[in-house]
């Protein structure tokens, strides 16, 4: 049952840090049944308005000069919203810079949220853009002054108004209830820290007693994935023993996917977790080198440590985690396309006996004579073709930038040979992070993660020089 008291808020702010950033302004539709008043009210930030804000909301650093402060209008505030459902478009957004507001005045807020995106969004599952600026030309609402608190908190009241006249009661009513349902948590986590978690991309962390990181993870929606280890029916044992570890919560957002992943795997081999087991790896991978030890006579030889740089060394084939499993590897590949295991290093035998295998006819006698050793080596080079590390193909190293529009926020991954530099907000922090000696140690999983981000259609590359 949709509650009869209802607040559609919306709120201007100087940028999209709730932690960092301030309120400019806030708009408010109060519906109560039949009822409907509007409040709102400009906030003086106590900060400045930076610049490209300004341009988008008109509300300009003069405008707020003489505004009340948070603090001034916080009980107004808390009175109209006491007790009502907080309607938001990108709720999480708006509740949560309240919740930060509040916080700082050493107040507790909390409400019931339902975020009109996630409604457009399980409503309207046709529609691929959900964003107000769609809503509005999909169904007809009468946008006047955008992006100023009261008239966007109108948009919503007209998008809520429209919903009840094309879609049906119960759908409506099934649709609130799903984002209003509230998981199970684990015992030991306060009931509103959820609250908090945003709907944007990073990487979380679930910390025990004592403070003990049990568990790196990343998402697109740092929110939903959190959740999605307390959804009951869906946990495996492991799972249900985190759950019942977990005493804390801590998550850093990034601008995309591309971060978050980086980040978790930066995460996950520097603090290594309890219960991560797969990124945690960190043992010397190893693969095979082909030398050309006379004319046209081409062998394998087994590298590892710094010798095993895809980055540095076009002539590489596979990575293996140990010596045992790149000896398997090849003894599969020389079973199956008929070479020779002495030629390749895997067996010994003296220089007048053919090697086992070409008894058994799987070797075509490259040992023997019977084979020149350059159609072997012809023949091995085809075999390995699908096993050959890709060579950095850059001549330096790149900035891989990775934009959030809605955010209006930019990351840009700095990547020499394989290997990630680290990520960066600003050209001085570019600069700096290109100026500092030294690269990180070759990781195998950085490798085949940067290897399909650089494989995606329009990754935008910048190409950057190193002192």
């Known amino acids: 049952m949709i509650p009869a008291r209802i607040a559609f808020v919306d709120l201007e702010t100087t940028g999209a840090n709730p932690a960092h950033d301030r309120i400019t302004e806030i708009g408010i539709v109060e519906v109560d049944g039949d009822k409907v008043s509007r409040w709102n009210t400009l906030v003086n930030p106590g900060c400045a308005i930076p610049e490209f804000i300004q341009r988008l909301t008109g509300i300009s650093n003069a405008m707020v000069a003489d505004a009340p402060t948070f603090g001034e209008v916080a009980a107004e505030l808390s009175r109209r919203l006491q007790g009502r459902l907080f309607v938001a478009h990108n709720a999480r957004f708006d509740y949560g810079f309240l919740r930060h507001a509040f916080q700082r005045l050493g107040q507790r807020f909390q409400a019931d949220v339902l975020c009109t995106v996630r409604l457009s969004r399980r409503l309207f599952p046709e529609h691929h853009r959900h964003n107000l600026d769609s809503l509005i030309e999909r169904h007809g609402l009468a946008a006047n002054d955008r992006h100023r608190a009261l008239a966007d908190a109108d948009l919503i009241w007209q998008f809520w108004q429209t919903i009840g006249r094309e879609v049906d009661a119960e759908c409506i009513d ?6 209003l349902k509230r998981p199970s948590l684990p015992p030991h986590l306060p009931p509103d820290f959820l609250d908090d978690v945003p709907e944007a991309p990073g990487a979380y962390l679930f910390y025990g007693e004592d403070d003990a990181l049990l568990y790196v993870g990343k998402g697109v929606n740092l929110r939903q994935r959190v959740l999605s280890h307390f959804a009951t029916g869906t946990r495996e044992a492991r799972g249900l023993r985190i759950t019942e570890e977990i005493r804390r919560i801590d998550w850093t957002e990034t601008v995309g996917e591309l971060g978050a992943l980086l980040l978790e795997s930066r995460l996950v081999k520097a603090q290594q977790p309890v219960h991560n087991r797969q990124l945690r790896r960190t043992a010397e991978i190893c693969a095979w080198r082909l030398e050309e030890v006379v004319a046209g006579d081409f062998r394998l030889r087994l590298v590892s440590g710094e010798e095993a740089d895809p980055g540095r060394d076009g002539e ?27 030629i390749l290093g895997l067996e010994k035998t003296g220089t007048e006996r053919a090697c086992l295998a070409h008894g058994a006819h799987p070797c075509r006698g490259a040992c023997a004579g019977k084979e020149s050793v350059g159609l ?12 050959r590390l890709d060579s950095w193909p850059y001549p330096g190293p790149i900035g891989i930038v990775e ?13 020499d040979a394989w290997r990630h530099l680290g990520t960066v907000r600003s050209e001085s922090e570019m600069e700096a992070l290109l100026q500092s000696p030294g690269n990180p140690q070759f990781d195998l999983d950085v490798y085949k993660l940067l290897k399909t981000q650089l494989a995606k259609r329009g990754q935008n590359v910048r190409l950057l020089k190193r002192a």
């Open 316 to 342: 590489l084939y596979g990575l293996f985690s140990s010596r045992r499993e790149a000896t398997l590897a090849l003894r599969k590949i020389a079973a199956a396309h008929e070479l020779c295991p002495v």
């Open 403 to 415: 934009r959030n529009e809605f955010l209006d926020r930019e990351e840009v991954h700095l990547v």
């Open 376 to 387: 072997h080596s012809a023949r091995l080079m085809a075999a390995l073709a699908r096993l």
């Open 174 to 179: 099934e649709a609130v209830r799903h984002q």
